[in-house]
């Protein structure tokens, strides 16, 4: 069964603080793609970091950063120096190469407090 | 930056009326999506478009549901006979093409059927 599962319905993290999403997923393919996205309250979906499966090196971008353990298939999103502006749903998302259809999980809200 | 636009941002239907929903995909991608997201689950895939036809489609995507890309630009999503249970927020989604595997969403059409 193609799953993605966000054990952590709900997660808060100071100002400034470091803060870690779960995500595991369940795939029988080798080359996929992995995805975090983000949906504020405006409920646009923005995506905040993707990682090819066959790479190795965890993806970064700015604060937002990856654990990839393909093994394990999970795919923990890290953000340092949390900010007022990541209070959000993340949502983790997979999709199969060369099919079309991205999985989601449940999502994760975040709150940030000051 | 390019966007993915939807129209409207909400609209309002009576059950068994026809509504069409409207998107206009970043101008140089090639793969079409449409998702939607019943308030407080997850984000589901209804249906791919490549070359003018479906490419891929959920359990969901039943006769009801249609999708065209009219011209070079808008992708429509139609629902010929809205029941209560298709009230929920539709995201369209682009994709470039070969060798790119990152859909971007549009900001969503919340649609309530009453």
């Known amino acids: 069964a193609q799953t993605v599962t966000q054990s952590q319905p709900e997660m808060s993290v100071q100002e400034a603080e470091t803060v870690t999403l779960s995500c595991t997923y369940d795939t029988s393919e080798s080359d996929y793609y992995l995805f975090w996205y983000k949906q504020p309250p405006s409920r646009q979906m923005i995506l905040v970091i993707r990682?090819?499966?066959?790479?190795?090196q965890n993806a970064t971008e700015n604060r937002f950063s990856v654990n990839f353990q393909k093994a394990a298939k999970s795919f923990s999103l890290k953000i340092s120096d949390s900010q007022l502006g990541d209070a959000a749903m993340y949502f983790c998302a997979y999709t199969i190469k060369n099919t079309d259809k991205l999985i989601f999980g449940t999502g994760t809200r975040l709150q940030v407090f000051p | 930056e390019p966007e993915v636009t939807q129209t409207p941002s909400h609209q309002v239907t009576q059950m068994g009326q026809e509504v069409i929903l409207r998107c206009v995909p970043i101008?140089?991608?090639?793969?079409f999506y449409w998702y939607r997201q019943i308030l407080g689950q997850k984000v589901e895939f209804l249906v791919s478009?490549?070359?003018?036809?479906?490419?891929?489609k959920s359990e969901i995507f039943d006769d009801q549901f249609s999708v065209e890309r009219p011209d070079g630009s808008n992708f429509t999503l139609k629902i010929r006979s809205t029941k209560l249970e298709d009230s929920a927020m539709y995201f369209c989604a682009s994709r470039q093409g070969m060798g790119t595997d990152t859909q971007y969403f549009g900001p969503g059409t919340r649609l309530t059927v009453l």
């Open positions: 990682q090819e499966a066959y790479k190795q």
């Open positions: 478009f490549y070359n003018n036809e479906i490419s891929e």
């Open positions: 101008s140089n991608h090639l793969y």
